[in-house]
């Protein structure tokens, strides 16, 4: 076992996830719990370029669970990319007397602190906070379930204009090149199709739900996409396809965008990012390492960080053949 733990560094990298703030909490009060001191690191590894360091009591903490985004702040960090910037960075966390960090975010924030463990020798362990749910070594990423509600309430909303006006509406999700919240979204909203990266519809598939979709009688049709899927160069020239082979549908778009970001999270989330931050700071304190913290069948495991980056979480075939049953 190293050197005994006496004060930890949390921090938020990478796009904000509702439930940040729950895990900032949890570890907050974990250390507190076990007498030991907690240092806030703002803005994410700029932070720790700069020295952006504040100490952290269970006061510093009351009242955000139910708030969105990270009162840490989170930002990109081009310097941290570099050996003279990630130096840097460790002579800041020595000068401060932090002996480990827990991070807060997705697969680039593990990617840097696996980097800065293996170059310093800093003990660092990941919570998984990212609303695309695309993190091998944990069934829910922080956030992701507050962004599926999100989702789902705004689709909701947008079938009552689509079946107002016999519209075909392509709603574009987030989640990047992962499928995760537009299939479990898709199918929670009811849509008739449902466009993700890991599943290529094509186009000549598309127009056929769409006629068949025409032919049973339905006079509006919601199809979700991820931004990241490779059917069309984007979302409005997948649009423009459409209407163009079926005259017949009046095609609208809506890119839902950074609304799936915010908003106060989920009990689901809430609970979760607890969960995991109590047990980051617990592996610190056992010497442990290089590990991410997930939620694998409802029981909180580890993953080592360099398999959470590398590895892929699957998406569901079930549900992929539960909602073309659905479409019908």
Do not use: W
Not at 1 to 18: F, L, Q, Y
Request: charged share 25%.
């Amino acid at each position: 076992m190293g050197k005994k733990i006496k004060r930890i560094g949390v921090m938020t990298s990478g796009g904000d996830a509702p439930g940040m703030n729950a895990a900032i909490r949890a570890v907050v009060r974990a250390c507190a719990y076990y007498n030991i001191e907690c240092i806030g690191v703002y803005r994410g590894y700029q932070g720790l370029i700069d020295g952006d360091f504040e100490k952290l009591t269970s006061r510093h903490v009351s009242n955000i669970i139910n708030r969105g985004g990270t009162i840490l702040k989170s930002a990109r960090s081009t310097e941290f990319r570099t050996v003279d910037g990630r130096a840097k960075a460790y002579k800041n966390l020595k000068n401060a007397e932090i002996d480990a960090l827990v991070l807060i975010g997705g697969d680039g924030t593990f990617t840097g602190g696996m980097i800065f463990n293996k170059e310093h020798n800093f003990p660092c362990i990941g919570i998984p906070g990212t609303i695309d749910n695309d993190i091998f070594g944990t069934n829910f990423t922080i956030g992701y379930d507050t962004a599926l509600n999100t989702v789902v309430d705004v689709i909701d909303k947008i079938r009552d204009t689509a079946s107002s006006h016999n519209r075909l509406f392509f709603v574009e999700v987030m989640g990047r090149d992962a499928g995760f919240i537009a299939l479990n979204a898709g199918v929670g909203a009811g849509a008739e199709e449902i466009l993700i990266p890991e599943e290529n519809l094509g186009l000549d598939r598309l127009l056929e739900s769409l006629k068949r979709s025409k032919r049973s009688g339905k006079s509006s049709s919601i199809v979700v996409v991820t931004e990241g899927d490779k059917i069309g160069k984007s979302v409005f020239e997948l649009a423009d396809y459409v209407e163009e082979n079926l005259p017949q549908y009046e095609v609208r778009v809506s890119v839902l965008g950074h609304m799936q970001r915010g908003g106060s999270p989920s009990c689901f989330d809430r609970v979760l990012a607890t969960r995991l931050g109590v047990k980051a700071v617990e592996l610190l304190l056992d010497g442990q390492t290089n590990l991410m913290v997930g939620l694998v069948n409802n029981k909180v495991e580890t993953t080592d960080l360099e398999n959470a980056v590398k590895e892929h979480h699957l998406i569901n075939k079930e549900l992929l053949r539960v909602s073309d049953i659905m479409s019908i």
